[in-house]
């Protein structure tokens, strides 16, 4: 592959992960807070199928991608803005493994609560408020990425 269909590819999955999970990540946030069970429920069950049909692979591309990038480029491996981005990559990857988990935890708990016609339970409140900020650590990693990638500061 040419260095450009490679660089339209790692920019086009870049794409759908972060708008993947900021989309999912806003209307997942404001549809709790509405507190309504059963729209919760249908929300937090997209957001899962979401995180698996879009943002799994992305994850799997973002690197090949970018490695290939970085071969076909030259740049060194070593450079400071490759190191600094492989490592904001792994940390935002790192908090979002736990945040898949939580939001499967989280569907069973809204369609179980949209079920019964209850609210939705305390561990749902402790669930969101460690997934938000586990968001905010992937975003702000993957905010930081884009630049390095596109400043690549020496």
Known sequence: MTYLTVKWLHILSSTLLFGTGLGSAFYMFFTSLSRDARA?????RYVVIADWAFTTPTIIIQPLSGFYLIHLAGFP???AWIIWS?????????????VVWMQIRMRDMATEASRAG?????RYWG???IWVALGIVAFFSLVVVFYLMVAKPT
């Open 77 to 79: 491996l070593g450079s």
């Open 40 to 44: 919760t429920a249908v929300v937090v």
């Open 127 to 129: 669930y969101l408020r």
């Open 118 to 122: 209850a609210e939705l339970p305390d």
């Open 86 to 98: 492989i490592v904001l990559y792994l940390v935002a990857g790192a908090a979002w493994l736990p």
